[in-house]
């Protein structure tokens, strides 16, 4: 300060010097002075003095001779005197402070000021105004010294240590607390005070005297008179070190500041934990789950998709499965049209456990089409590979338990809606719907009829030159029935642009918001006794083939139409039954190729490369059921469709008669359609001979009676054939009275003989046309 006041000093000397002959410039400028309530005295007084300097200059002259003289007037009102007026305290304790007063004579001196010091900072350190702060235990001597004349003044003090060794600071035992990361929390409301109740081990009751901090600025206020805590404002998390003055001696509590009627997450969460608890001892055999979403694509297309699905959890013996019925409805709004396209449709899922056992998975539509991927593993007691098997023990709870996230059951998937997370995978990519992470900060809990009560909001993205930005505002509903157990989840999640929300520090939601995009989700379950039924139309028995149409794909998944040659095609179907049938769990495999230099077989059964031009046919079993098709494979060649038989310019269209011994010529096979290779194979089965002759005709004849088949079959696709039938009768011949009598024996009698005993049988044949054999037998 005294550096201060002499800068300013030759400030004003050179401004008065430069006023002209005679002219004198004069300031006094004032100090205020300063005071502290809270020290045990307030008395204190600072002056500041500047010096002003007058200049005047005379001038006389003669003829032989000239002087000048110059003379300095100090016009200031100099201190006499300085003196600490009441040096009654010279004892402190450590911590305490004291405000020194200090007088200064005359009243009016024109510097006033005091400088302060202490003889050991360390002991007891002294402000530029004289307040006084005991250190450590010691003495030291406090300085005070009048600027204008250096005089000074000087009181010692003695610190010595608080007679304080321990103390106690409780909350009232109606004050709730919480258990979070290992901490206990104390739950104060907004518009309470809370007294505590102190005690401490000391000798001398004036260093009964507590001091606060907070770990966050605001928080709180303490009233160390009356030891009485008063939360000011919302905080989630807070630290609060109560200290004995003077003294190292401290303690820390945790403090959570909320609402009144205001749940902590932390509390939600236990109660989540009990309710996990709950549920394990409990049967499921319902849920409900209910989706609706209203969302926006990249080019503003309008997508309204409702789905609800009811499952039920069945019993089968020693397996347990669950069946869910979906329905969906799905509303379209192209961007900038007033026309809506609405779908619908009804789909199954099945999660359980079989009597073959396996675990299966899959969903389908009414006609059989799968919406995703079936899966099978196989139960077994260690698991060696997870893609394929399971445990009994996961099994049943992936049969019975309703799972998101990798959490199970209704309690645990909640819990993860407060526990840290934010975000859900739900089919339409990650959204933060919940209420963890960024929400948490904002989070609003209350609890009213056992319905735990959650909003937050939570910017997802802040505008830019190109974005309107994103802010997500959830509202969560958890109900409990009166065991304490969750029975449902609703949460609503609404997404806001910079069109209704002020995105700077103010953060605020306009009065009827209109939201972007909207999310729902909503979960219940029901416990009681698990289902049975007779016939399960989703059993995942219908997942093998009884009948199906094998047909060869592409790599990109299209029905092959032609084949290239050293391309590969994957085995697929067509027309399976059960219409749920699957080769993803029931295998199609390629079994044989009638021509490899075609067709060869590839990936151990499930594709073939094509090797050449020409046609194979090819063998297909289904893996479990061993259902045999076949599939012809026809590479740059003209197929055979049909094969017609004539027999002159006659086509043969019902089965030839003939005799024995008569021949059937000029029998021609034609092949169809005529650029298609016309070699055929031809057998005969049955009577006769066929003879191919030289103009490539066949011919026919038998020597006995009898059927006789011919097989004609395409030499390039032997699915083409044909059959022929040709019944050969016995000859007829023409008979003269002379041949039938030849072919007649006779014989001859007399009516009158018939009682005689002496009657003779006659008998007259006929042996050639010109001799007769007569016989006659004596009957005695």
Do not use: W
Request: proline fraction near 2%; charge should be negative; include cysteine.
């Amino acid at each position: 300060m005294k550096k201060k006041i002499l800068v300013l000093s030759v400030m004003l000397f050179s401004l008065v010097s430069c006023q002209g002959k005679g002219d004198i410039t004069s300031s006094t400028p004032s100090s205020t002075t300063s005071s502290d309530s809270s020290v045990i005295s307030s008395s204190t007084s600072s002056v500041s003095s500047t010096t002003i300097v007058s200049s005047s200059t005379s001038s006389s002259s003669t003829s032989s001779s000239s002087s000048s003289s110059s003379t300095q007037v100090d016009s200031d009102i100099h201190v006499t005197s300085i003196s600490i007026t009441d040096k009654s305290i010279t004892t402190l304790k450590v911590g305490q402070v004291l405000q020194l007063s200090v007088e200064v004579l005359p009243k009016n001196a024109t510097n006033k000021l005091v400088n302060y010091r202490s003889s050991n900072e360390s002991v007891a350190s002294v402000s530029f105004n004289g307040l006084i702060t005991a250190r450590s235990t010691g003495d030291c001597t406090i300085y005070a010294v009048s600027d204008d004349g250096e005089l000074s003044d000087s009181i010692t003090f003695n610190v010595v240590a608080s007679t304080v060794t321990s103390f106690t600071a409780d909350f009232d035992s109606s004050v709730e607390t919480i258990v979070s990361n290992k901490n206990t929390f104390y739950k104060l409301e907004l518009g309470q005070s809370y007294p505590l109740t102190v005690s401490f081990n000391s000798t001398d009751e004036a260093d009964n005297v507590l001091e606060a901090s907070f770990s966050v600025d605001g928080c709180c206020s303490f009233d160390s008179s009356t030891n009485t805590l008063t939360p000011l404002k919302r905080t989630g998390s807070v630290v609060l070190t109560l200290k004995v003055k003077g003294t190292n001696l401290k303690k820390e509590y945790y403090l959570k500041v909320v609402n009144p009627g205001e749940k902590d997450v932390s509390e939600v969460i236990a109660k989540l934990d009990s309710s996990i608890e709950k549920e394990k001892k409990l049967t499921v055999n319902t849920y409900d789950v209910n989706l609706h979403f209203n969302t926006l694509d990249i080019n503003d297309n309008r997508t309204d998709a409702v789905q609800s699905t009811k499952f039920k959890i069945y019993k089968d013996t020693t397996d347990r499965y669950m069946v869910g019925d979906t329905d969906t409805s799905v509303t379209y709004t192209p961007y900038g049209s007033s026309e809506s396209y609405d779908s619908t449709s009804t789909s199954h899922l099945f999660k359980g456990m079989s009597d073959d056992g396996n675990y299966y998975e899959f969903q389908v539509y009414d006609n059989g089409q799968h919406i995703v991927a079936p899966s099978k593993k196989a139960i077994v007691e260690s698991v060696s590979d997870s893609k394929t098997q399971i445990t009994r023990e996961k099994a049943i709870k992936q049969s019975t338990t309703l799972i998101m996230n990798s959490h199970e059951g209704l309690s645990d998937i909640a819990k993860m809606h407060f526990n840290g997370l934010y975000e859900n995978s739900i089919g339409y990519g990650s959204v933060p719907l919940y209420f963890g992470g960024g929400a948490a900060s904002n989070l609003k809990i209350v609890e009213k009829d056992n319905v735990i009560i959650a909003d937050t909001f939570f910017i997802e993205a802040y505008p830019t030159s190109v974005t309107l930005g994103e802010v997500y505002y959830n509202h969560g509903e958890y109900t409990f029935n009166t065991d304490g157990v969750l029975t449902s989840i609703k949460v609503v999640s609404n997404v806001y642009d910079n069109t209704m929300f002020d995105f700077t520090e103010k953060k605020l939601l306009q009065e009827n918001p209109v939201a972007k995009e909207m999310y729902m989700t909503e979960y219940k379950q029901t416990f009681g006794s698990l289902n049975t039924q007779e016939v399960n139309e989703y059993d995942p028995d219908n997942l093998y083939f009884t009948s199906y149409t094998p047909v060869f794909a592409d790599k990109k998944g299209y029905e092959a139409k032609k084949y290239e040659i050293g391309e590969t095609y994957y085995i697929s179907y067509l027309d399976q039954a059960p219409k749920f049938a699957d080769s993803r769990i029931d295998s199609l495999i390629i079994d044989e190729t009638s021509n490899p230099d075609v067709a060869s077989i590839t990936d151990e059964g499930r594709s073939i490369k094509i090797e050449g031009a020409g046609v194979a046919v090819l063998t297909v079993y289904s893996l479990k059921n061993r259902v045999k098709r076949e599939i012809t494979v026809n590479v740059d060649t003209v197929l055979p469709t049909a094969i017609t038989a004539k027999v002159g310019d006659k086509v043969v269209t019902e089965e030839l008669e003939t005799t024995v011994g008569t021949s059937i010529d000029n029998l021609t096979l034609a092949v169809s359609p005529s650029t298609a290779s016309q070699e055929v194979n031809v057998t005969l089965e049955g009577v006769g001979n066929l003879t191919k002759k030289t103009d490539g005709s066949y011919s026919f004849v038998s020597d006995k009676e009898g059927k006789a088949t011919i097989t004609v079959t395409s030499t390039l696709y032997d699915k083409v054939s044909t059959t022929l039938t040709i019944n050969v009768a016995k000859k007829q011949e023409t008979s003269t009275i002379v041949d039938t009598m030849l072919k007649t024996t006779y014989s001859c009698y007399e009516d009158s003989f018939l009682n005689s005993e002496d009657v003779a049988s006659v008998e007259l044949t006929f042996t050639s046309r010109t001799q007769a054999k007569f016989v006659v037998e004596d009957l005695t």
